[in-house]
């Protein structure tokens, strides 16, 4: 099992930064891939940034060149840094962890990340 905790949410103005933080515990060294993916209210969780343990990337169009995702493997924490938002980067942002073998994919309780006109 994998636990994952995340922090760093909050509202922000158009144009500000936010920096999420997400902390793995328990059976990491089954983690290969890490990443963010985002809900806003009637929509579909979709992707925002994957991170691998050797220090790969994939962004959604939508926040390429805004958002840097970066990961501290002896801290076992995956970041993401949001500059530039917008108020449709408005969404519940969810620390995801998937398992190398099994493809199971853990997820953390979400954080809040609200962007003002």
């Known amino acids: 099992q994998v636990q994952l905790v995340e922090s760093g949410g909050g509202l922000v103005q158009a144009g500000g930064s936010l920096r999420l933080s997400c902390a793995a515990s328990?059976?990491?060294?089954?983690?290969?891939?890490m990443g963010w993916y985002r809900q806003a209210p009637g929509k579909q969780r979709e992707l925002v940034a994957t991170?691998?343990?050797?220090?790969?990337?994939n962004y959604a169009d939508s926040v390429k060149g805004r958002f840097t995702i970066s990961r501290v493997n002896a801290e076992n924490t995956v970041y993401l840094q949001m500059n530039s938002l917008k108020p449709e980067d408005t969404a519940v942002y969810y620390c995801?962890?998937?398992?190398?073998?099994?493809?199971?994919?853990?997820w953390g309780q979400g954080t809040q990340v609200t962007v003002s006109s």
């Open positions: 995801n962890a998937n398992e190398v073998f099994s493809g199971k994919d853990y």
């Open positions: 328990g059976n990491i060294l089954t983690i290969n891939r």
């Open positions: 991170i691998r343990s050797g220090g790969s990337t």
